[in-house]
């Protein structure tokens, strides 16, 4: 083979820390062919310079390229054509870095509401009943000032609405809203009753808007506005939705009891809810009532 130094495959594996198996691999879809393979023994050859591309390989393998890619960028590409495929990788990876961080803020988000459950959940003596538990204990309501803040939302007459049912095409719809104006969501799905307090429990038509609270630049559309900056009287459900009637009850016996009035629609903020868990009692929603 001439005074040429060779190595065989077993030597570029060891040298360049490669796995034979893939050196193999390089050879059959030619992305880094032996420079001579012996007729006789079959066994493959390579030169120094061959260590290097087998280097190039490794560098572009790392920063995400395809072996396809690498072949092209390694054999028919020069600097000008580095350069790009560069700055499109940066692109990518950019992108794939904004992808990442907003999963990790939605994450993040429904961490926060199962901690909010829990920490909500630990008030309690664990072996009481669930479903008399929130009913009972004169802590599950408080008067709360609700901040302002930018929401997503729909609003529509549901016939013959059933309280018990929940809307779950209605949430995807203002969660794919938020999605395509590119707003992030940052907190919990919140239904609205535009009717009189517990007609949504009459099977009655039910005027119900569905939002989540955004951020992000508001596009000036019919989908997204701004609401809260109101005092209001909250209660907390624990468990079935389909029992939620006895918390509204309780929340506005107490709303009269205490000389206030209702003076907005009422609202459920659903914390932990059919999307986060299966097990009806551990489902938390927040009931919100406007009052002056």
């Known amino acids: 083979m001439g005074a040429k130094k060779y190595y065989t495959i077993g030597d570029i594996s060891d040298i360049c820390n490669v796995p034979i198996k893939t050196l193999r691999y390089y050879d059959e879809i030619q992305l880094l062919v032996p420079t001579h393979r012996d007729s006789d023994t079959n066994y493959r050859y390579y030169t120094e310079d061959q260590m290097l591309t087998l280097y190039t390989i490794r560098k572009l393998k790392t920063y995400g390229f ?3 890619e690498i072949k092209q960028l390694v054999y028919h590409g020069d600097v000008t054509v580095l350069g790009s495929s560069l700055e499109a990788r940066l692109k990518k990876i950019e992108s ?3 992808n990442l961080r907003n ?3 939605e994450i993040e988000l429904t961490l926060s509401r199962v901690k909010k459950q829990k920490d909500f959940m630990a008030c309690f003596n664990q072996s009481e009943d669930i479903e008399s538990v929130i009913t009972q204990d004169p802590e599950g309501i408080v008067i709360e000032n609700i901040s302002k803040y930018n929401c997503v939302y729909t609003r529509k007459v549901e016939l013959n609405y059933q309280n018990a049912y929940i809307s779950v095409a209605r949430w995807f719809e203002v969660f794919d809203i ?3 104006n590119n707003l992030k969501s940052i907190g919990s799905i919140v239904l609205t009753y535009h009717n009189d307090p517990l007609e949504q429990f009459m099977k009655k038509d039910c005027d119900l808007e569905v939002s989540v609270p955004v951020f992000g630049a508001m596009p000036n559309d019919k989908n997204f506005k701004t609401t809260g ?3 209001a009287v909250t209660a907390m459900h624990v468990g079935s939705h389909s029992k939620i009637i006895t918390t509204h009850i309780k929340a506005l016996k107490w709303i009269n009891q205490n ?3 209702v003076c907005g629609p ?4 659903y914390i932990i809810s059919p999307i986060d868990v299966k097990n009806e009692n551990e489902y938390l929603t927040k009931i919100i009532i406007p009052i002056e």
């Open 66 to 68: 395809s072996l396809e």
């Open 96 to 98: 794939d870095i904004e």
């Open 103 to 105: 999963l990790y803020n």
């Open 178 to 180: 938020a999605k395509k």
């Open 229 to 231: 900056g109101y005092k």
């Open 259 to 261: 000389n206030y009035k």
């Open 266 to 269: 009422i609202s459920e903020e």
